[in-house]
């Protein structure tokens, strides 16, 4: 098993760039989440999906972000237009029961 | 909404030592408590976890208990390794809300 594939690793854009975070769960997890870690503010859920319709966006921190869901097999993230303060690890993990696995995260940095 | 508290926020301890980082929750519906390591530059990985109709659950050298009356469950390390140095998150679960809520993280430093 493959594990929660995150794409890119690394992205280092400018101020006013669109940034688009991708991420594949495991294979037969049926929920999803993206989170985002910073030093100050620690581990934030951002949103999370079941059965790739989005639940609880409350932690989605405004218009600037939006995540889709198109199948059970791929989700994103997209930043438009990004910010400094959007500079973060952006991790993606999924589930099948209470186990969230995480994936290897996405370290933005926005100049 | 569930808010979960934890503490130190650093924990330095001599190796051989133990190690003992503590949790409070504040919704009464949580069941489930799952405790992760994350080493530096690395994803966290999900390392014990322990459910509300057990109070204790012990993986070799790891160990999580839980107080539901308090609301607080608790990890207890013992004969902590070098390789132990992480930061540890807690969280906490209310399987009707499915999201997990983390505490801030507490940074272990095991001295050789």
Request: overall charge neutral; proline content about 6%; glycine content about 6%.
């Amino acid at each position: 098993d493959a594990g929660v594939i995150q794409s890119p690793r690394h992205e280092v854009t400018e101020m006013g760039q669109e940034v688009t975070l991708r991420c594949k769960p495991i294979s037969g997890h049926n929920s999803l989440f993206w989170y985002r870690q910073t030093m100050m503010r620690g581990l934030e859920l951002l949103i999370y999906f079941n059965n790739n319709v989005p639940i609880d966006d409350s932690g989605m921190p405004e218009d600037r972000f939006s995540a889709k869901m198109p199948n059970a097999s791929f989700s994103t993230l997209k930043i438009q237009p990004s910010e400094p303060r959007d500079s973060a690890v952006y991790f993606c993990a999924s589930s099948l029961w209470e186990t969230q696995y995480f994936g290897p995260g996405t370290r933005l940095l926005v100049l | 909404g569930e808010n979960v508290e934890q503490h130190p926020s650093t924990l330095s301890v001599q190796e051989g030592d133990s190690a003992v980082i503590k949790c409070t929750y504040s919704d009464s519906a949580s069941n489930y408590f799952p405790w992760y390591k994350q080493e530096l530059g690395k994803r966290p990985q999900l390392i014990i976890d322990i459910r509300s109709n057990v109070g204790e659950k012990k993986d070799q050298r790891i160990a999580v208990t839980l107080n539901k009356t308090a609301k607080h469950f608790s990890l207890h390390i013992t004969e902590t390794q070098p390789e132990d140095s992480a930061v540890y998150f807690c969280a906490a679960q209310n399987q009707g809300a499915q999201k997990l809520v983390f505490g801030q993280g507490t940074r272990l430093t095991i001295n050789p």
